[in-house]
């Protein structure tokens, strides 16, 4: 018998408690033992709640306990959630997590506890949330040299993008719709300036390197300054804009580790994803093409990863679940020396002037008055920039094209 403990009974939390109840003959069958809720940790009460029986509020009721085996954290946040992981890892408790910041910034460290005490830190749901995205990596492709993982990250940003493209709609107005559907937080910051994409990229290069990729250190742009006069110069080139967070080995052997708005090519698997459906494209050496799909987030999606981690942390009590991600910090290349092409969109009167700087490329037509659109040859971020500081304001936005 393996009894489990969550903690944090939000959105997530509450998924998970329903998952092993209602699913608890699958749960039960799947992981070779009986799986049983005994105890919710949140501050609140929930009079009424059809699972009150397993609240409490102490968190040292969960801790002191040894009949506990799997934990489950829903908390999110790097403060409480790092410490009561940390003591349950150091107790020999198996903890399954959702939480892609304290995987992001205390991953191989709380891997190394999980180790030195015959338990395991498991995180499938930080990532696609209700994809399998991790295993996959860890398992499924275990004998491949990864070569690039391209995701659509965030579900915000794509239902954005998708209704910017299909409504003709600008930036705010669909930011504001997406807030009263409830799919964008009041606070969107941390998906619209691609933060939230930039941790998960890095949870995934992590394990695509086996050395840790530091988020803060990834270059990261968000999706603000897209507007629809650029969808409308997108179509003309049979491409449209996803925020992809893209982690690939350069030629002379360098991880490079990126998010940002790129426009890619209608006919790309991963221009199909739309709405608040996340992609993640992998490409191995032996294996090639593979992609992942479903839903990001939500809380039944994301519940069934951390029950699929449950079942995992239940079959293997006692023992470690290996995970290849080393406490060392990965050598990524500059984003200053990737290239890419650039559509750039400029005012109309500074148009000859950007293909006298950067000649080679075509011109784009869109019924969008004044204004210009370029597509640039593979040129390096460092021309582009100098390009950009000679046209000044005339540029009107830029996007990099994924080729
Ligand atoms: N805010 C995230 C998203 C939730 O929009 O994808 C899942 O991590």
């Known amino acids: 018998m393996v009894n489990v403990a969550v903690l944090g009974y939000g959105t997530v939390g509450s998924g998970v408690v329903q998952v092993i109840e209602d699913n608890n003959e699958v749960v039960c069958k799947k992981s070779g033992t009986d799986v049983k809720m005994k105890y919710i940790l949140d501050l609140r009460d929930f009079p009424g709640d059809p699972y009150e029986k397993y609240l409490v509020h102490d968190f040292n009721t969960i801790l002191e306990d040894d009949e506990v085996q799997v934990v489950c954290e829903t908390m999110g946040g790097v403060g409480a959630a790092y410490q009561f992981t940390k003591q349950c890892l150091e107790k020999g408790k198996t903890v399954c997590t959702s939480n892609k910041e304290l995987v992001a910034k205390h991953g191989p460290e709380l891997l190394e506890i999980a180790k030195n005490n015959n338990c395991s830190y498991l995180f499938e749901a930080s990532v696609g949330g209700g994809i399998p995205i991790i295993r996959p990596i860890m398992d499924a492709l275990a004998a491949e040299k990864i070569e690039s993982i391209i995701g659509i990250l965030n579900g915000t940003t794509n239902y954005i993008l998708t209704k910017m493209e299909q409504d003709k709609a600008a930036f705010e107005d669909v930011l504001k719709e997406a807030q009263a559907l409830g799919y964008a937080e009041r606070d969107p910051s941390a998906d619209i300036q691609g933060h939230d994409a930039a941790r998960k990229i890095a949870i995934l290069s992590s394990l695509m390197l086996g050395e840790t990729v530091d988020s803060d250190k990834i270059y990261t742009e968000g999706i603000t300054g897209i507007t629809a006069d650029d969808f409308a110069f997108a179509a003309d ?14 030629e002379d052997g360098k991880p490079l580790t990126y998010v940002a708005p790129f426009m890619i090519d209608k006919s790309h698997p991963l221009a199909m994803v739309n709405d608040v459906f996340n992609a993640i494209f992998v490409t191995g050496n032996m294996v090639g093409n593979t992609m992942y799909y479903g839903k990001g ?107």
């Open 237 to 250: 080139a049979k491409q449209t804009i996803k925020l992809l967070g893209v982690s690939k080995v350069t």
């Open 297 to 403: 987030a939500g809380k039944l999606p994301t519940a069934s990863a951390v029950c699929a981690d449950v079942i995992d942390g239940a079959r293997h009590v006692g023992k470690n679940v290996p995970c290849y991600w080393e406490n060392k910090e990965a050598a990524l290349a500059p984003f200053s020396e990737a290239s890419h092409s650039f559509y750039i969109r400029i005012k109309a009167d500074a148009s000859a002037e950007l293909e006298k700087l950067i000649p080679g490329g075509k011109f784009l037509t869109a019924d969008v008055a004044g204004q210009k659109a370029y597509i640039t040859p593979v040129i390096t971020e460092k021309k582009y920039y100098e390009t950009a500081a000679t046209l000044g304001d005339a540029i009107l936005s830029r996007v990099r094209v994924y080729q």
